[in-house]
Nanobody
């Protein structure tokens, strides 16, 4: 089992930056990919960014160079640095970890609200 706890969400104004953090515990040695997803009100959960064990990253098209995902395997953490935030970035952001066996683990989410 892997437990994920997110932090760093909040209410911010458009244009500012925010950093989300996620720490994993439990069977962290079995984690392969880690990432961030988000779910806006009334919408489906969508991928924001992922990073694998070697540091290879993948971003959603709407990130457009504004977000950066990073990972510290020694500390079992994954961060999402978000810049130039827009009101449409308002969502609950979820940390995700995929094990080497294909299991998906989710955090409870952290709220990000961007006001115009």
């Amino acid at each position: 089992q892997v437990q994920l706890v997110e932090s760093g969400g909040g209410l911010v104004q458009a244009g500012v930056s925010l950093r989300l953090s996620c720490v994993a515990s439990g069977s962290t040695g079995r984690i392969n990919d880690m990432g961030w997803y988000r779910q806006a009100p009334g919408k489906q959960r969508e991928l924001v960014a992922t990073i694998d064990n070697s540091g290879r990253t993948d971003y959603a098209h709407f990130v457009q160079g504004r977000f950066t995902i990073s990972r510290d395997n020694a500390k079992s953490t994954v961060d999402l640095q978000m810049t130039s935030l827009k009101p449409e970035d308002t969502a609950v952001y979820f940390c995700n970890a995929k094990s080497i066996y294909g299991w998906n683990y989710w955090g409870k989410g952290t709220h990000v609200t961007v006001s115009s």
